[in-house]
């Protein structure tokens, strides 16, 4: 069977307000007397009649009702001393009709400090004790008034965060089952459009394999014309004669044709670049001699190389002459000076300008620019059209197939965490907090989050003082602490009292459980 809302938010208050019931049913009980040793706690009254030989609570030894409260300590547990201080580990209950009962040790019995709010525990020290359980009843029940009230608004917070979390995983859910069935049909799109971007990429690659053939077979077919042509050029510098012949004698003339490095070409060299022949015509030298001669051969026209005009060589400085014995005067020094000025100005005037040489032309870029493949014919160019259309098209279906993924990987991602039993906790999803601890800082590191830390490294303004967290923001108020005897104030020790209790009493037997 589920408890309902209403069940679980009147559960919360009987537990809040069990406490402050139980003052109320103390002050019941204590308006009811019952007659007990001093110090002794209802619940265990029934242990200490008058009419009975007391038994220790531990079971250690039985002693005549009247050594109870005697101021002696005969009980190893203390026991027989609730209302005095006789036993170093004896405990005296402090009754406090109207605020919490609670156990002190026996040793503060009568010490003159007043550690129960009904004064109960000095009441033969002399000490004037104020009884103040009312008043910190009162106050604890208003602090727990307002922690009752507190914990309705948050369990009503909790409430309204069950319901917001129940319906953004349904509209989750229902949008992941959405992209789910639209990532099927955009599955079966990118397939679609895979199949004609592969379609259309195939006459593409073959026109452009066409016409990069027919530019190759271009290319070589250029490059051989142009080789015929310089092979001509160099048969006809070679025939010096003019007989349409290139003989041995004529061969020899060009010595950078040298085969064995010696600086001149011999006759047997020329024979073998001639085929092992005196002579060649025209159709044999292009076949054989101007292979074996291109790579060596310069036309008799063409300078090795252009020689850099020189530069003017600066003339030494003439000695001057040592004018230390003798100064001339000023004015034959400004003359002095204008007619070298003028000299210098006539042998500027005679030397030669010499123009700057002229830079060689790129013939790097000129021949990029030859082997530049021409432009597409118009089919070819239609065919790449379409197979480009077709991979925008299919890049374009993929990249939206990816992004529907990686939507439905983070809405799987967050519906599967676990946000508590109702899902309560699902609004901190993918929310930024800041944590502020109480840990003392290091040396040298400064505050944060406003906090001061005192010299020792203690916080001055803590944040345990405040109540707990509840909901967003909502912090239960601070509990009134326990008024309590202040640190300053000495208490004092039994030494100091003179009064020292032992267990067992000199001079006197025990009376044992079997001799009653």
């Not at 530019?215 to 042509?229: G, N, P, T, Y």
């Not at 004669?241 to 011999?266: F, I, K, N």
């Not at 060589?313 to 004018?323: K, S």
């Not at 374009?396 to 967050?414: F, G, T, W």
């Amino acid at each position: 069977m589920s408890i309902g809302a209403e069940g679980i938010c009147c559960l919360c208050l009987w537990i809040m307000l069990l406490p402050l019931l139980l003052p109320l049913l103390s002050a019941l009980a204590s308006a009811v007397e019952v007659k007990r040793p001093r110090g002794v706690s209802l619940t265990n009254h029934h242990f200490y009649e008058e009419s009975k030989l007391f038994t220790c609570l531990d079971g250690s030894s039985t002693i005549a009702f009247d050594w109870v409260n005697d101021d002696y300590c005969d009980c190893q547990d203390g026991s027989d001393e609730p209302g005095t201080s006789a036993c170093p580990n004896g405990r005296f209950h402090c009754t406090n009709a109207g605020y919490r009962p609670q156990y002190i040790p026996s040793s503060r019995v009568n010490d003159g400090v007043c550690d129960c709010c009904d004064a109960t525990d000095e009441y033969n020290s002399g000490f004037v004790c104020e009884n103040t359980c009312k008043e910190m009843g009162r106050k604890e029940r208003e602090a727990m008034v307002q922690m009752a009230e507190v914990a309705r608004e948050g369990f009503q917070l909790k409430q309204v965060l069950i319901e917001e979390a129940s319906k953004g995983r349904e509209d989750k859910q229902r949008t992941l089952a959405e992209l789910q069935e639209g990532k099927k049909s955009l599955e079966e799109q990118v397939e679609t459009l895979r199949s004609g971007k592969e379609a259309a990429e195939k006459p593409e690659k073959e026109a452009k394999e066409i016409h990069q053939k027919k530019w190759e077979e271009q290319k070589a077919a250029e490059k051989a014309a142009q080789e015929q042509a310089r092979a001509s050029e160099a048969f006809q510098d070679l025939d010096d004669d003019g007989d349409g012949l290139v003989s041995v004698a004529e061969l020899q003339t060009h010595a950078e044709l040298d085969v064995d490095g010696d600086g001149t070409l011999s006759e047997t060299e020329a024979q073998t670049l001639l085929g092992n022949a005196l002579q060649a015509d025209a159709a044999s030298f292009q076949d054989t001699v101007w292979a074996a001669i291109k790579e060596n051969y310069k036309p008799e026209g063409l300078p090795d190389a252009t020689p850099l005009p020189e530069a003017p060589r600066e003339e030494a400085p003439e000695p001057q002459p040592d004018l230390s014995l003798e100064q001339p005067a000023p004015e034959d020094d400004y003359d002095d000076e204008e007619e070298e000025e003028g000299d210098d100005d006539e042998s500027n005037e005679e030397e030669p300008k010499v123009p700057p040489p002229k830079q060689p032309s790129d013939k790097a870029a000129e021949e990029d620019e030859e082997e530049k493949m021409p432009p597409y014919d118009e089919a070819t160019q239609a065919l790449i059209d379409t197979a480009q259309k077709a991979r925008e098209q299919f890049e374009e279906a993929e990249k939206s197939l990816k992004e529907m993924e990686d939507s439905i990987r983070s809405l799987e991602k967050e519906i599967s965490f676990d946000f508590g039993p109702q899902g309560e906790f699902a609004y901190l999803y993918s929310q930024c907090y800041e944590l502020a601890t109480n840990d003392p800082p290091q040396l040298g590191a400064q505050p944060t989050f406003g906090h001061q830390w005192g010299a020792a490294g203690t916080e001055l303004t803590p944040w345990h003082l405040a109540g707990p967290v509840v909901g967003r923001g909502v912090r239960l108020p601070a509990l009134p602490l326990q008024q309590s005897v202040p640190e300053t104030q000495t208490r004092r020790s039994r030494d100091q009292l003179g009064h020292v209790g032992f267990v067992g009493r000199p001079g006197r037997e025990q009376v044992q459980p079997h001799e009653v």
